[in-house]
């Protein structure tokens, strides 16, 4: 079983001495979690890779979770291992792999954090969840919530459209509609809320939110331990690439694996704090103000204190990170799309967005062991892909008028 051992702050060594104390009183930092993981051997870790249970929570002793019984589970985990061939030739790329989380319950990488999050809630006594958010995050917490018999509250900010909150319905969440500026107003109510109310946070700043950890687990299953060169994941908040690092350096404690892949944050270069502070080899990460970016599912110009942990756990894996651009990004979602049949939001798109410039920099070799993380659905935001006046034009049902378009040049065939 997970033996979770007392939240701990990795800068200061505060020691917390309740089970929902979040934040460091001293420095602010967010509190890790520890899982006392020392006594699994390779046997342990065969039979878990063998287990029929194909969702994350085969990795049960990994994850700071002690009731198998408050497991909150859709099946998540286990997401196809793409070996990208087409797409790889077409980038320069011989061996370009894509992990696609677009097929994750609710569309995106935050259910494997909401799950082991919300088995959290369920095993501490909470009733009610709460998330602030526009998007992947507000859906996954409302499905998880849902399946666990919680009420989930949603915030967002005035003006967000309904076709970003719908997910969240769909699934029961109270939706609060908060006027105010998402990074001032509305997360000072949610700060200020949670603390009133006693709902469940379920912000990355929670340090149960462990699941992204899986990511290390399942390559070194889907690779037979024989681990890529390296692992590009898109960032905003860093969570991702720090829990992946962590799950890696778990498994080397264990010698269950001789090497980790270098890990590589791919940012929006509207968004991009971490990408900032790996070039300018800072040692903190100096938040930014946020421009729009098609990528929106990482427009995040403050990381918080997530940040610096995902900039060392590059730095210590010898990866990079680096920043591309709307139109690197929109170039990518196109040929993730027509040349390997996976249709993924922008987000998502940047991972290989950034395989395509480093392989251009000669960053990474042509006969490198590539995955690139697709983090997020293409339909959670469909109207990435741009679809002309023309090509809605209906034609009359007739041959001649199919043969016309076809004369046209309007039909790809
Ligand atoms: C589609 C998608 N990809 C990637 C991320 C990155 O998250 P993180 O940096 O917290 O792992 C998010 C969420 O913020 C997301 O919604």
Known sequence: MGIVNNLHCPKCAHRATSRIEFQCPLCRSILEVEVEIGHLTRADFQAMRQSRDRSIWRWFDFFPVEDRSCIVSLGEGSTPLINARRLGERVGLANLYLKNDTVLPTGSLKDRSNSVGISKAKELGFTTTTVISTGNAAASVAAYSAAAGMNSVVMVPAGTASSKIIQARAYGASVVVIDGNFDLEVAQLYKAAVKEFGWYDCLSSNPYREGKKSY??????????????????????????????????????????????????????????????????????????????????????????????????????????????????????????????????????????AAIKLRKLSVIGKDDVVVCNLTGHGLKQPESIPITERELQPIAPTLDALREKLRKGDVDV
């Not at 060169?229 to 960032?235: A, E, G, M, S, V």
């Not at 995040?300 to 709307?326: F, I, K, Q, T, Y």
């Open 216 to 353: 290390a687990y399942e390559l070194v299953d889907q690779f037979d331990e024989q681990l890529p060169d390296w692992l590009i994941h898109p960032t905003a908040g860093g969570t991702g690439i720090y829990a992946a690092w962590k799950g890696f350096n778990e498994l080397l404690s264990l010698n269950l694996i001789d090497r980790a892949p270098r890990l590589v944050v791919a940012q929006s270069a509207a968004a991009a704090p971490i990408v900032d502070a790996f070039e300018k080899n800072l040692a903190e990460i100096v938040p930014v103000v946020a421009r729009q970016t098609v990528a929106e599912s990482i427009q995040v110009g403050n990381p918080a204190s997530l940040g610096w942990r995902a900039l060392a756990a590059v730095r210590e894996s010898r990866g990079s990170a680096v920043a591309v651009n709307d139109r690197e990004t929109l170039e990518a979602q196109y040929l993730i799309g027509s040349k390997a049949g996976i249709f993924a939001e922008p987000a998502a798109a940047t991972s290989v967005a």
